[in-house]
């Protein structure tokens, strides 16, 4: 971990890499530099950096030196911040718009980010929760996180032109459920029953499906005695957690069918490992996120869990002095449906609040990237 015993380290003026209000494609910040490196990253912007304290000895009292206050450092995870389902998915909204031109109608937002959806509804996209608001034979993409068969079955039924943003990785799970069905098992969902996500997913198949959000909820499902039982999962949920699930199932039906943990997607993995290792080394930890975005809240409560205080923040202008007084170090993540733009807010936020050093832990490069599906529906 960089601490920093020198009084003053000079730095170099640089080009802000987020000039303006808006998506920034790639949203990983090209000055990062590796923290153990101890080199601190150039200030949040180009402006005038502060030099940490410098102790000042005491007239009259010759020979007593005060050590220097620690500098005071923000901590960035890594990866943090935008996965490829959530990456494909606004590209699918702005290649739609380009395309077919405004408005594009999106079945509920388009990722859990209420910039990210400003962001695009400025640029003519009308955000639905209700298909019946939408004119037959308009250009509809669905969400992220995918849709139940009902809602595919009254899009046909409009005649609507249908895009589907669904992140192959919910898809997938979609497939994994029709199978289970189809072989004749109870399936059993481990989610939060009232997330986007889980509601398509249930209504993938159209046979009752058991949503479990707790070990304690296992015990309150059906005996089964003796019918072939199997699981999948929510992709955000917490592995420690959904780990504890999944011990219960297999308690309580023995031979039960199911995916381990592979459900829980990647990205929503390597962010919970980033925030765990981060809570490691700081004082306090920000998580970027919106309110109802899953993967957002499993990190606050991943970092608290590991035993410091965590707050989820939708942006800079959330943050409470209070939370970071007395912290020498700030550790600061994002989750999957935050662009990095809002990271660079929280930088300058900090800035202003005396934490004027960036750094950046190591962490596994994300090269997934998925096919768009065809953005010229009959
Ligand atoms: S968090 Fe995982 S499942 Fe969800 S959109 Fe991103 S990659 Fe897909």
């Known amino acids: ?45 180009a402006e005038a ?39 494909r998915a606004i590209e699918i909204v702005e290649r739609a718009l380009a395309i077919h031109g405004a408005p594009v109608y999106v079945f509920h937002e388009i990722v859990h980010n209420g910039h990210v959806v400003a ?9 639905v929760d209700d298909l019946a608001l939408v004119p037959a034979g308009a250009i509809t993409v669905f969400s992220a996180h995918g849709v139940a068969n009902a809602v595919v079955a009254e899009a046909a039924r409009r005649r609507l032109r249908v895009i589907d943003a669904t992140c192959p990785l919910v898809s997938k799970v979609h497939q994994q459920v029709q199978r289970y069905a189809r072989a004749g098992r109870h399936v059993v969902l481990i989610g ?32 089964w005695s003796g019918e072939p039982v199997a699981y999948v999962t929510q992709t955000t949920l917490s592995v420690d957690d959904t780990r504890g699930i999944i011990a219960a199932l297999e308690r309580r039906y023995p031979g039960i069918a199911g995916p381990a ?28 996120g ?46 999957a449906s935050a662009p990095e733009v809002l ?13 004027d050093r960036v750094s950046e832990l190591d962490g596994p490069a994300e090269n997934v990237r998925f096919r768009l599906p065809s953005l010229h529906p009959a």
Do not use: K
Request: aromatic share 2%.
């Open 192 to 223: 939060h029953a009232e997330h986007e996500e889980v509601v398509g997913t249930a209504g993938s198949v159209d046979v009752p499906v058991h949503v479990v959000g707790t070990a304690a909820e296992v015990e309150r499902l059906p005996a």
């Open 1 to 45: 971990m960089a601490t920093v015993g020198d009084a003053v380290i000079p730095r170099v003026r640089e080009p802000d890499p987020h000039p303006g209000p808006g998506l920034v494609p790639d949203r990983r910040d090209p000055q990062a530099r590796d923290l153990r490196s101890r080199r601190p990253l150039p200030g949040p912007a």
């Open 261 to 288: 943990l592979d459900d829980i997607c990647y990205a929503t993995s390597n962010r919970q490992r980033a925030v765990a290792e981060l809570a490691r080394e700081v004082d306090v930890v920000l998580v970027v």
């Open 343 to 355: 990271v660079h807010g929280v930088r300058q936020r900090l800035a202003a609040l005396g934490i």
């Open 290 to 335: 919106a309110r109802n975005s899953s993967n957002s809240n499993r990190l606050r409560e991943v970092a608290e869990q590991h035993g410091v205080p965590a707050y989820l923040i939708a942006d800079a202008g959330a943050i409470e002095p209070a939370w970071v007084d007395g912290a020498v170090r700030v550790g600061v993540t994002a989750g």
């Open 119 to 127: 962001e695009l509804a400025a640029r003519g996209a009308v955000f």
């Open 49 to 87: 950096v502060v030099a940490p304290p410098v102790a000042r000895r005491p007239a009259g009292r010759p020979g007593l030196r005060l050590q220097p206050a620690p500098a005071r450092e923000m901590v960035l995870a890594q990866p943090r911040g935008f996965c490829a389902g959530v990456a």
